[in-house]
C-alpha cells in the first residue's frame, strides 16, 4: 500500500519487491500528483462513482443482457431485492 501511495505522490519512490540486479531497492518514477487529483485518485472519484444519484448519468438505449452472459431480472436501476425467501427469518 505504501508503494502505491509513494508512486502517487512522489517523483521517485522505491519498493522493497522491486530490485535492480545488485539486489538494492530500484528508483522508480512516481507521478507526484496535485493535492487535488490526489484526493480524487484515492477516495472522490470513488464516492462519486458510488453515491446513489449520480449527475448526468442517462441510459440512452436498452441493454442487450444476452451479450453480457447474465440473466435479465426485472427491476429498475438502483432497485434491491428482498432476501430470499430461505434466508428469511434466520
Known amino acids: 500500500m505504501q508503494c502505491y501511495v509513494d508512486m502517487l505522490t512522489l ?9 535492480d540486479r ?12 496535485s493535492e487535488v487529483i490526489l484526493e ?3 477516495y472522490k472519484n470513488y464516492e462519486d462513482f458510488t453515491s446513489r444519484k449520480p449527475v448526468g448519468t ?3 438505449r436498452e441493454i442487450d443482457w444476452s451479450k453480457m452472459n ?5 427491476r429498475k436501476p438502483g432497485q434491491a ?4 425467501v ?5
Open 58 to 60: 442517462v441510459i440512452e
Open 81 to 84: 431485492f428482498p432476501p430470499p
Open 11 to 19: 517523483d521517485e519512490y522505491t519498493c522493497s519487491f522491486v530490485k
Open 70 to 74: 447474465v440473466k435479465k431480472l426485472n
Open 22 to 33: 545488485q539486489g538494492k531497492d530500484m528508483k522508480l518514477k512516481g507521478l507526484k500528483l
Open 86 to 90: 430461505s434466508m428469511k427469518g434466520q
Open 40 to 42: 480524487k485518485v484515492l
